[in-house]
């Protein structure tokens, strides 16, 4: 009896990380695009071998440079990672977080301590929501040497999120648009694995690197204050601070809720359940805006936060906004845009938003960052942290230490006198309205001239 014909995914089960040429004239053809061929003219039990061959190849690649913590290891890594679709990549890197797959950080200096929002932060460079949204691998994403880690966002009831696909590379933009739509597990699941690991994330917030969760509410819901009310009773215990996000693109009426009367009425009843949560600590609430906000929605958010005694802003959410100098083919895919294209945008947002609350209300700058000098702009815009995601996407795991050494080399090399880094947090937006008043022949920025005297500005 004759042996079957060896199935056209064979040499990718056998362990080959490229499958070999097609023979003619368009032989010359990547191997990305020769696996794709192979992969669609395999039989089905084929193509899901050669599917698994092809995520455990990638595992193995990424594991390996993990491992050894070689950023151009990692590089030769990323193009065999981008043969896989977005979000099953993002799968993939968050398993591997997970399984504690990643070379510890180096310790951070005192040069970068923050102390803000009741916490003491080890360095102010934070993940944002977004990667880890169901609370899966909360302790090996603090191995990558992030100060702090935000997981979600978290909705009361599990719900599927928006039809696949949903994530988009723009990999000439160094960006990515999704349109994910609040994918959750729900309270319970997060509730549950948090809880798993409260004495282990006591002993990290003691050692400065303190844990958040981002709210959300339900796509079905009628009831938007209930939901996030919801998500601060059950989770708010486990967290050091709270995000009420009322700024994704993704969830239809989301962003209505940043209306003044509906953000006053929806943050009233937040903290007063903070308020009453057993806890001896209370979480910070903070409250997560868009970039695509108007002027008077930007005064209207300011007024709400300052009256209510809010604890913190995020700025920013992705953006529905596409500049013209995006060059992939996908950047018209509905969703929200996030990278180096919403870099200015949010710094800018992040700049308004420190004026209008006359820093007095700390902020988390988030969008674009993915050096130190991105991280650095937004410091001195008025963040006080900073957070990354897409950079993730793009530099892998290890740019988190190239941002947090390249922030400290340029602190280093700074002439300023200060010595604490929250003391140029806004510098370059006190030293604009002090020479703005100066041009209308004021006398400076009011309340702000005690700080501006600190920076050595006044």
């Not at 990718?12 to 040429?21: D, I, K, M």
């Not at 958040?212 to 708010?236: C, E, F």
């Not at 002027?295 to 529905?320: F, H, M, P, Y």
Request: proline residues 8%; aromatic residues 4%.
């Amino acid at each position: 009896m004759r042996p079957p014909a060896p199935s056209p995914a064979a040499p990718l089960l056998a362990g080959r990380t490229r499958p070999p040429p097609i023979v003619g004239a368009s032989s010359r053809k990547c191997p990305a695009t020769c696996w794709a061929e192979q992969m669609a003219a395999a039989p089905l039990r084929g193509r899901l071998r050669a599917l698994a061959a092809a995520l455990g190849g990638c595992g193995l690649l990424l594991g390996s440079a993990l491992a050894v913590g070689d950023e151009r290891l990692y590089s030769a890594a990323m193009p065999a990672l981008r043969v896989l679709p977005p979000e099953a990549a993002h799968g993939l890197a968050l398993r591997a977080a997970a399984l504690g797959l990643l070379p510890p950080a180096r310790p951070d200096g005192p040069l970068l301590e923050v102390r803000v929002l009741g916490q003491r932060f080890c360095n102010p460079v934070g993940l944002a929501a977004g990667f880890d949204k169901h609370g899966e691998a909360v302790d090996g994403l603090y191995k990558m040497g992030f100060g702090f880690v935000e997981v979600g966002t978290v909705t009361p009831k599990p719900q599927e999120g928006n039809p696949r696909p949903r994530v988009f590379r723009l990999a000439e933009d160094e960006a990515v648009i999704n349109r994910y739509g609040f994918n959750s597990h729900g309270h319970v699941a997060v509730e549950r694995r948090l809880r798993a690991r409260q004495e282990t994330q006591l002993r990290l917030t003691s050692a400065g690197m303190p844990l958040g969760v981002n709210l959300g509410k339900n796509k079905s819901s009628t009831d938007a204050a209930a939901d996030y009310v919801a998500g601060v009773r059950m989770l708010g215990p486990l967290a050091d601070y709270l995000v009420v996000n009322v700024s994704s693109p993704n969830t239809p009426g989301l962003r209505d809720l940043q209306g003044k009367t509906e953000l006053r009425d929806l943050l009233t009843k937040v903290l007063a359940e903070r308020d009453m949560l057993p806890c001896e600590r209370k979480p910070a609430v903070l409250v997560k805006i868009a970039p695509d906000l108007t002027a008077q929605n930007k005064r209207d958010v300011a007024s709400v936060v300052c009256e209510l005694g809010v604890d913190g802003l995020i700025v920013s959410n992705t953006t529905v906004s596409r500049p013209s100098s995006l060059r992939s083919r996908q950047c018209t895919e509905p969703g929200g845009l996030s990278g180096k294209p919403l870099r200015e945008l949010s710094t800018q947002t992040v700049r308004e938003m420190y004026s209008l609350t006359r820093g007095r209300v700390p902020i988390i700058g988030v969008g674009g960052v993915s050096s130190g000098r991105d991280a650095l702009e937004k410091i001195r815009a008025g963040a006080s942290l900073v957070q990354m995601y897409t950079a993730l996407v793009y530099h892998g795991p290890l740019v988190v230490g190239t941002v947090k050494r390249e922030l400290e080399e340029l602190l280093r090399g700074s002439r300023t006198s200060w010595r604490r880094l929250e003391q140029i947090t806004g510098a370059d937006t006190l030293q604009n309205q002090r020479l703005a008043g100066r041009s209308r022949g004021q006398a400076g920025t009011g309340l702000m001239l005690p700080v501006l005297g600190r920076l050595g500005l006044s």
